[in-house]
């Protein structure tokens, strides 16, 4: 009984061994959003676990584009493809720098580690990655008059920059979002060899005493691209029962600058591991029971 | 190393422990390549061959693969390394805790095409499967097979309502009811999908509802059931994989009313009294019907009854007799199928019956067979009982046909026969006799009897020759209807009349008186007369008698050689009168050269037949009557026996047709019609002066109106001419030709036959054989 009982625990922990030699793909850094023209630098970040390294493998959209085997010499390649173009010399196992991009760099970039034989071990993380060109305009409102009296149509338009991907218009009313039932939205005009895009949002409705709560109505136009890109254009607009001379003031919203956020891996809160892995811990505690169960039954 | 303290791992852990030996756990939380990289949908059947294909080509012609691994749900199942050491033998590695021995990489040798087989594959095998190619030269190639194991149902079983198993034929179900059956389908995956159908249409009244996990049940109702589903076949099949369906079918049995009853053969007509079978036919019956024969209200009696082999007829037979009375009844087949309701269906024949007639024969109905005397008018009723009718009556007297004859008085119509002013000829028998197709049936017979008064009876002895004293018994026959009741008689001579005393007669038997009469003078002798009387009352003509003095016989007449051989012959005479007292006869032959007698032959009736003659003879015959008075006069006749070699006709030469003999028939031939010609023409005027002699003629010989008493026939020789057959045919009565002149003698009686013969042949001679003795004496009756 007892001999039967250590040889259970000496073929759990035999079977447990594999377990202990699991590959783990700690980080896989793709930026969110991308500029034209620029570099980046793609990261994947791993631990062998004691396993040799067989390849690090990135692809863009499931086709392979830069290989790292160890064992080759020079360990890194590249496979060409449109819109990537792979500084070489300074990509290594753990990055590939991309340098310039371009629009069709946009994608989804998966880093793939294998270890060696016989398994090849294998994990991988991805990440998506787009390349933005920015308005080259702000956007501009247009159709407005200078004086409306309570009843009168409004009719404006507000049309962006050229930009990849299409900027989102969006109106408000005195800081209130519009209601959609006085948005009317147009397609993207696309225009260039770039194939850049051009928004335009139109805003219509009636005058109504509401709008006049404050003595002017402000029509404010914010054009944003994700998190990239957060500008607007402001038009106040005086009632008639005012009997203040007409104005129209036109200014220049707080401008919030375009900004690239730091996109960091989607799923950086995930543990990219090989497999289930044995912790000290666990380990520990498998033990313990064990030898209570052990215990128990003797 | 991290050394987070994981909790969901410890369940895990705990899970482990219990399994005992489970293998690895490997587990990867992403998604892998499957989004990447188009995955394809692979089925295989359970425990059959799985070949996950794998894309191992390269456009790059110095290209080669230098590793392939398999990943099972992104774990690492199976690599193939040609690296390196591996390059000429690649090094295959597979995990054997999943796939055990079952996987293998294959590759063609241009290694455009590679496959994971694997076999079997189990149900666990299911998975997404992705190789990854890693090439020398190209870009790495990843392929997604997305692998489903395919367990097919367990084969369905269909159920009543109520849950039970149906064996493969269900039943029986009623007409006009409804059919449920469920399906139920055990195991699969995936879920199958059910679908019921029935001579190849899918039904689309199936309906499916979930009973619990892993079972599935499938319902289907039939409304109305009809006759046209009978034997339908419903079949279940569960499907979950195109290459592999299981079926379950059921054959349903429906209870059915006989649908047709049909009596087969017998249309035609019956003969009575003969053994039929009649068959009837059922059809349609659900289960076979029982058939039953009525006639009259009455259940015949049980015949044997037979059932097709599909079930769907049933052929009884009725051995049947049928007699005159069951014609025109009606004959029912009953076929019954008690397991349903109004499950009876039936036919009817009426019978037509074919008998014999019966017929029925009766004096009128206002007649007194008892009292019909000559002179009534009498009818009969034929009463006919026939089917068919009878196609024709005939009537019949004493067994000889009646014959209509309006002229005297019978007329005849089917039904009916009348006798108008009736005679005592046609009493008798009648019967009447009707003919179908059956045959002839005869009447009963009706007697008719006339009454009449009494008649003499003609052919009775009516010369009674007796000597003076010696005593005559007188017979007086008549007929009479009823029997006479009394005679009376009386003597005639030429000087009175004297009625008998009643003591001198009696009556002798119904029909007849006896006097017995003796003369004693020559007055005693005359006529003596007999009357009778009966009810219709007295003779009106009454018998007569002649008494004479008894005296010698007359000589025979009207003598003939009927036979002549070379040692016999034979001779006929007709008796002369016999004088008053019984008479024989007497033949003596004489040799005509020697006059030495014979033979004597003597005999009651004047017919001699003489043997052991000797040939060639030429003989005299002497023929007379003898009686107690003395002899008659003799006949004399000459005749002679055959020579020997003229006893049998000589055998007539082979006859042939030359063309010689052609002419001589075509001269024959002419010669013979000229000769009818002439001998019509002769007999035309014979026959003129015949009718002028006539009354003469019959008092003077009866001979003369007899020609056929020469009946012997011999060969005539024709030298020159071949018609002698002719001539033989047309004339019985030609006698043997003699060449000697001697025996020329002419017939003294020549008829018109025989002058035609003597016309046509005057070179031949005929010789008449009989020589008549024209100064004998006719006697003539009174």
Known sequence: MHKMWCWLIVFHLFVLYDFVHCITLTEVRVPKHTFRGHAVKLECHYDMEGEALYSVKWYKDGREFYRFVPRDDPPGSVFPQPGIAVDLENSTSEQVILDPLDLSSSGKYRCEVSAEAPSFQTVSDHGEMMVVVLPDQDPYITGGKPRYQIGDPVRVNCTSGRSKPAVHLTWYINGDPAEPGLVKRYEPRITGADKLETSVLGLEFRVKPKHFKHGDMKLKCLATISTVYWKSNEESVEGEKLQKAPTLESRRAVSADSRADRVQAASSNWAKESCERLSAMQLAIYVLILLTSYRYTS | MELRYRPVSVVRLMLLLLMVGGGKWAHVNCEGFKADVPTHLEKVLVN???????????????????????????????SYDTRGPHVNSPSHWKDVAILEDRANFKTTREQSRAVLVI????????????????????????????????????VPKIHNEAGVVLP???????????????????????????????????????????????????????????????????????????????????????RLRPLAVEIVNGSSPLSADRRYIVQCQSVGSRPPAKITWWMGGVQLTATNQTTSE????????????????????????RATNELVKRGTKETSMKLNVFYLPTLKLELGINMNPEDIEEGDDV?????????????????????????HNSKSGVIMSSTALALQTVTRHQAGNYTCIASNVEGDGESNTVDLKVMYKPICRPDQKKIYGVARNEAAEILCQVDAYPPPESFKWSFNNTAETIDMPQSGY????????????????????GTIMCWADNVVGQQKEPCVFHLIAAGKPEMPYNCSLVNQTSESLEVDCAEGFDGGQRQWFVMEIYDLQSHALLANVSSKLPIFTVNGLDAGLLLKIVIYATNMRGRSEPILLQAYTLKAAE???????????????????????????????????????????????HTTATTTTAGGKRPGNLPIKEKISLPLSQSEDMYDEKNPDVVPSNEDPDYKLISANQTPTALHNSLCNSKHDIIGRTILDDSRKTYLTG
């Open chain 2, 168 to 254: 493969s034929h269900a039943g029986p179900y009623e007409e006009g009811g409804d059919l449920v059956l469920i399906c139920v389908v055990t195991g699969g995956n995936p879920t199958p999908k059910i679908t019921w159908s029935s001579n190849g249409k899918t039904l689309p009244s199936a309906m499916i509802d979930y009973a619990h996990e892993s079972t599935l049940s499938s319902r289907l109702v039939v409304r109305n059931l009809s006759r046209a589903h009978q034997h339908n076949v419903y079949s279940c099949q569960a499907s979950n994989f195109y290459r592999r369906n299981v079926t379950a079918n059921v054959t349903i049995e429906l």
């Open chain 2, 379 to 403: 009818y009969f009723e034929c009463k006919v009982n026939a089917n068919p009718s009878a196609y024709k009556v005939v009537w019949k007297h004493n067994d000889q046909v009646v014959q």
């Open chain 2, 647 to 693: 006893k049998q006709t000589g055998p007539h030469a082979e006859f042939e047709l030359t063309p010689i003999v052609s002419i001589g028939i075509f001269i024959g031939i002419l010669t013979v019609l000229i000769c009818i010609i002439i001998a019509v023409a002769a007999a035309f005027k014979l026959r003129a002066t015949q009718a002028k002699q």
């Open chain 2, 506 to 525: 009696r009556v002798h038997a119904e029909q007849a008186s006896s006097l017995t009469y003796t003369p004693v003078k020559e007055l005693d002798y």
């Open chain 2, 310 to 333: 599909d079930g769907n007829s049933t052929l009884a037979s009725l051995s049947f007799t049928p007699t005159r009375e069951d014609h025109g009844k009606t004959l029912i087949c």
């Open chain 2, 48 to 78: 059959e061959t799985a070949q996950i294909k794998c894309d191992v080509s390269s456009n790059l012609t110095n290209d080669r693969i230098l590793l392939v691994v398999w990943y099972k749900d992104n774990v690492p199942i199976y």
């Open chain 2, 119 to 154: 076999s079997p594959v189990q149900k666990k095998d299911a998975g997404i499967f992705r190789c990854r190619v890693d090439f020398l030269l190209s870009p790495t190639k990843n392929s997604n097979v997305n692998l489903e194991i395919v367990v097919p149902p367990d």
